[in-house]
């Protein structure tokens, strides 16, 4: 295949990526309907994320002394945004490139464009309101009246479906997950064994996340998306490190992911607010990072002082680039990408 800047292969990509520019137009003008300031953080941080299995890039800041310090790519806008609710502003959005390692495919690329948004004061439903409105404004704007992902249709005018992370397990893998974990607290024999009667296959040495990302992947996502759009809600706490716990069920979170032609888009939280809560999870899931990659990235400390005055809130961050593929029917995020990673 010619490289993307040869003339014939631009001409095959320039439509979809017209598209995009049509579609990101829209988003923005719907924004600012919507009273939300367009933000633009700076990428380059003291912490990149402290989710186990997101991957950072690194790099050194050379400082007028001469000094290096260690600073990280963000994976997320995430912190620097929370910082600004904290500073009082009650909606805000951003349309932010993000750095992410050992992530490449027809889905992925290591730099990519989220769109991050965040409502003070508002309830997390209120983003799944948000979802609805973007999906439909995406279609209308690159001339579309559905999302497709290969031979996958999602109807982006119809009201998607909101359906639990325990149900989805139950229908689609015959998995009771909610018996495996109570709190932060998970139980990987429990789901082993279930794991083990319905013949589904898990290495030895896979703990309960590991099991718990390969029976999504695998048996539940395949089916979310499909006709209309899912809203794949209330994960287990122990897979949501940075929202807060549903109010009625302590094992769940207030956190849920948008899926469209079996492929996520977008994800969700009602957002955690107790500092000392949100460090203990950081802990954690740096220390599994280290057992498992050899590597932790630090804590903002920062961002857990922001906390401490950040009011409750809403946010959710979907991949701009996947939403411009479905639009389009563009069969590699490559395609959607104006300037692909050299």
């Known amino acids: 295949m010619p490289p993307f800047w040869s003339p014939e292969r631009h001409a095959d990509r320039r439509p979809a990526l017209l598209a995009r520019n049509r579609i990101q137009a829209a988003i923005r003008a719907w924004l600012a309907e919507q009273d939300f300031v367009e933000v633009d953080p700076c990428a380059l941080q003291v912490s990149p994320g402290n989710e186990a299995h997101l991957h950072a890039?690194?790099?050194?800041?050379?400082?007028?002394?001469?000094?290096?310090?260690?600073?990280?790519?963000h994976t997320s806008p995430e912190f620097a945004m929370k910082k600004l609710l904290a500073a009082g502003e009650p909606r805000i959005a951003a349309f932010a490139h993000v750095w992410r390692n050992r992530e490449a495919g027809t889905r992925h690329s290591p730099e990519f464009t989220m769109l991050e948004w965040y409502r003070a004061g508002e309830d997390y439903t209120a983003l799944m309101a948000d979802c609805a409105a973007i999906l439909r404004l995406a279609a209308k704007a690159a001339g579309s009246s559905v999302l497709r992902y290969g031979t996958a249709e999602c109807d982006p005018f119809a009201e998607p479906e909101r359906l639990g992370v325990a149900e989805a397990f139950a229908r689609h893998a015959g998995i009771d997950l909610l018996a495996t974990c109570k709190g932060a607290e998970t139980d990987a024999g429990a789901l082993r064994a279930q794991c083990d009667a319905v013949g589904f296959p898990v290495a030895a040495d896979d703990g309960w996340a590991d099991m718990v990302s390969k029976i999504l992947v695998a048996r539940v996502e395949p089916h979310l998306g499909h006709g209309r759009a899912t809203i794949l809600d209330r994960y287990p706490l122990?897979?949501?490190?940075?929202?807060?716990?549903?109010?009625?069920?302590p094992r769940v979170a207030e956190r849920f992911e948008l899926y469209a032609c079996g492929v996520e888009l977008a994800n969700g939280f009602g957002e955690l607010t107790d500092p000392a809560e949100q460090r203990r999870r950081f802990e954690a899931d740096m220390d599994l990072k280290e057992r498992l990659y050899g590597e932790r990235y630090p804590i903002d400390e920062d961002f857990l002082a922001a906390l401490e005055i950040m009011p409750e809130a809403s946010g959710i961050a979907l991949g701009f680039d996947r939403l411009a593929m479905l639009a389009t029917g563009a069969p590699k995020i490559e395609d959607v990408i104006w300037v692909p990673v050299g």
């Open 57 to 73: 890039f690194a790099t050194d800041l050379i400082g007028n002394d001469g000094q290096a310090r260690r600073m990280y790519l």
């Open 238 to 249: 122990a897979e949501a490190a940075l929202a807060r716990p549903a109010p009625d069920d």
